[in-house]
């Protein structure tokens, strides 16, 4: 994890992998595993309702079961968000919200480029 502060009141935590030919598949799985906390959050699954979660194959069938054990393990977007923080107001959280309200969540995808 990287801690990125550019000023006393803002600081930018974000999981980081290294780029390049040998760390693709190990990039796109750190992705996968965000975007399945954040499923989670919006489907109401926590670590106790885990067995919820889908399974999917798509790092082949021997690791369908990844993203659940996942969740089982770290829990849903606020779960692991409050862990790391503890409980922060909503409406305190900033960017680190989720739009739960409707329309598409504000999440870069990195790798992914404009025209690919």
Not at 24 to 44: D, H, K, P, R, W
Not at 94 to 112: D, M, T, Y
């Amino acid at each position: 994890m990287i801690s990125l502060s550019h000023r006393e009141d803002v600081t930018f935590i974000s999981l980081a992998t290294r780029e390049g030919e040998d760390n693709i598949l190990f990039s796109s799985f750190v992705n996968a595993v965000v975007v399945a906390t954040i499923y989670a959050q919006e489907n109401g699954i926590k670590i106790k309702q885990s067995k919820a979660m889908p399974l999917v194959s798509i790092f082949g069938s021997e690791l369908k079961w990844a993203l659940r054990d996942a969740i089982s393990h770290l829990g849903n977007y606020d779960e692991i968000y409050r862990k790391n923080f503890g409980y922060v107001a909503e409406e305190d959280r900033g960017r680190n919200i989720l739009n739960e309200k409707g329309g598409p969540q504000l999440h870069s995808f990195p790798g992914l480029t404009h025209g690919q």
